[in-house]
């Protein structure tokens, strides 16, 4: 009479990171008829699942009245699955234009981690470019249209080997990101305030098996 | 062992005299923690902003420890540095900041100072630049020999940091 126990559902491994959102806009004072393009970075225990790693938006113009802004209304969706939060994925994004020349110039490039508190987040980030350091290159790269630029925008992401970059800053780009999680609690992971008042207490001893 | 991670970035620094600034970090903590993956020091781009007076670095923090106890928790210390057109650099203020207790997202404001010296020895700061600096790193973050210091106010690092817990709560720590 007694129903068949169901067997105990297997521990979670991994967790899942969904993210979706967009690029919605920039500000950049000086600079009009911009695109961008996004790629997230990750550290070795990271695997996306589905969705684009990567992405390259339309061509942009301010609108003509005082608003200024550059609206690119990009959807992002990607899914990430994980075994620890080491090397939380980040967004760089990388924003391009025309130089007087009309040469294709790299105008900012930013990065931020993914939020991993679940729920809707709004982040503005600041854009910056690498400069030369002597003025005679600057006149020169201006009059090429060729501007320094990083060989591969994933450097932004990174914290080594930044001592020696110099850097301007002169926008910033607005990314919403809506962010679901999946086992993080069952792996042991508090995320937020309101995770410490029911939080995830794996027993003692299960803990010590799964270690 | 409970777990601790920090992910986020050090954004940026506002209200210093000038703004070729960058920021040279490091994370200490106590005997019991130990520094499982991450970097727990660096040194951030130097930044000539456009817009703002607010320089800003975006410099990624991801580091992750294990600990045995609560003592010790983890201290970000900053120095905050002018780097001029001829390459020179200036120390421009210190500071530290506890990382926070709480899991979650938080945006910091540390505060810096700097250290005065002699009237004498502002007055050629005036003209030259370079300023005194601190002999031991450590006084940035302990409080035990800092009443032999004067020092001046400087301006504030901006940071974001987000904080994930693993475990706490099996030993009973409540935060």
Known sequence: ?211 | MAEVHLIGQIVGASGFPRSSLFCKWGIHTGGAWKLLSGLREGQTQVDHPQLDDVAYWSHPIDVHFATKGLQGWPKLHVQVWHQDPFGRRELYGYGVCHVPCSPGWHALACVTWQPLGSWQERLSQLFVGGGPQLLNSDLIYTGADRYRLQTTAAGTVHLELGVVLRHFARYGVEC
């Open chain 1, 1 to 211: 009479m007694a129903a068949a126990a169901a067997a105990p559902a297997p521990a979670p491994t991994v967790f899942l990171l969904m993210v979706n959102g967009q690029i919605e806009s920039a500000r950049f004072p000086e600079f009009d008829d911009l695109y961008c393009k996004y790629c997230f970075v990750y550290g070795p225990d990271w695997a996306p699942t589905t969705g684009l790693e990567e992405g390259i938006s339309q061509i942009t113009s301010k609108n003509r009245d005082a608003q200024q802004a550059l609206v690119w209304n990009f959807p992002i969706d990607i899914t990430f699955k994980s075994t620890n939060p080491s090397g939380w994925p980040q967004i760089v994004v990388s924003v391009y234009g025309p130089d007087l020349f009309g040469n294709d110039v790299v105008r900012g490039y930013g990065a931020v981690h993914v939020p991993f508190i679940p729920g809707s987040h709004r982040r503005t980030i600041p854009m910056f470019v690498p400069e030369s350091t002597s003025k005679l290159q600057k006149i020169t790269s201006w009059l090429m249209g060729r501007h320094p630029e990083f060989t591969d925008p994933k450097v932004v992401a990174q914290g080594e080997g930044r001592e020696v970059t110099t850097v301007r800053s002169q926008g910033f780009v607005t990314i919403a990101f809506n962010v679901v999680t999946k086992d993080m609690k069952k792996l042991g992971y508090d995320v937020s305030p309101s995770d410490m008042q029911n939080p995830s207490i794996v027993s003692l001893t299960d803990g010590i098996h799964n270690h």
